[in-house]
């Protein structure tokens, strides 16, 4: 089970039991986590009100199918996703590349 979430300091109380892990303070864990990235945004319900991803706060479906097209034409971005992310690693690659030729001058 993954455990990567679990505080540190619950990790003493998770794994006390000799003969196995604590599974009570690992559902605990996991409810707290959970709690936690509903809040932060970083977990959302697609049929909730309040837990809704970021993107649906900007655009609903019928607006953002409507607008797509332009908005990807007006952010100069490409639709397709290969294309995007090489984009990306491209400026990404000239980023990192200006700042070690000026980082001895830094």
């Given at each position: ?24 303070i ?46 990807y ?30 980082l001895?001058?830094?």
């Amino acid at each position: 089970m993954p455990i990567d979430f679990i505080p540190p300091n619950w990790k003493t109380a998770w794994n006390s039991k000799v003969d196995s892990p604590d599974r009570t303070i690992w559902e605990i864990a996991v409810a707290f986590a959970v709690r936690d990235a509903l809040r932060s945004g970083d977990l959302y319900l697609p049929g909730s009100r309040r837990h809704v991803s970021f993107g649906k706060l900007l655009y609903d479906d019928a607006r953002w199918q409507k607008e797509r097209a332009d908005a990807y034409v007006d952010l100069a971005l490409p639709q397709e996703s290969d294309r995007a992310i090489a984009q990306l690693k491209g400026l990404y690659h000239e980023a990192a590349g200006t700042a070690e030729k000026g980082l001895h001058q830094n």
